[in-house]
């Protein structure tokens, strides 16, 4: 990572959340940047998905919206998209950037409590605690004294 010949992404989920960034426009400039994004995330390199359809879900992607939310309303198979190379092609290029969960406790005394200060994000609780993502959320959030920050 040091030296920029490896990069980390997080686990492909539906559930994740992602937006984009200011580089964005340099998919709608850079002829050469257009090129390597369809060769990457096509469904097969006989038959390139549209330019378009790939800035769409890109632009689509706000706080709030899942993956999986995107999937439905585009159909990316459809378009000759694969979704999950979609994803990490954005994250890679800094086109789009993960939208991470930040539980913060407003109570008095909690396990998590020190977990729960708005410092960690949820993967990271999860990853410390050895709890699935789904079983802590749905934890989480029938906690009245717990609120989600999304960042």
């Not at 913060?104 to 050895?130: F, P, R, W």
Request: aromatic share 10%; net charge positive.
């Amino acid at each position: 990572m040091y030296y920029g010949v490896v990069a980390l992404v997080s686990l492909f989920q539906y559930g994740n959340v992602y937006c984009t960034t200011p580089k964005l426009k340099l998919l709608a400039q850079n002829y050469e940047l257009q090129q390597r994004c369809l060769n990457y995330v096509a469904n097969s390199q006989r038959t390139l998905p549209n330019l378009r359809d790939v800035f769409r879900i890109y632009s689509a992607m706000t706080w709030g919206t899942t993956v999986k939310d995107l999937c439905l309303r585009f159909n990316p198979s459809n378009l000759k998209i694969n979704e999950r190379k979609l994803v990490q092609f954005g994250v890679l290029e800094g086109i789009i950037r993960r939208v991470q969960k930040y539980p913060v406790y407003l109570g008095e005394h909690l396990d998590l409590q020190k977990s729960l200060s708005g410092a960690s994000s949820l993967d990271e609780i999860c990853c410390s605690t050895n709890i699935n993502t789904q079983r802590l959320e749905d934890q989480l959030e029938r906690d009245n004294n717990v609120i989600l920050l999304w960042k």
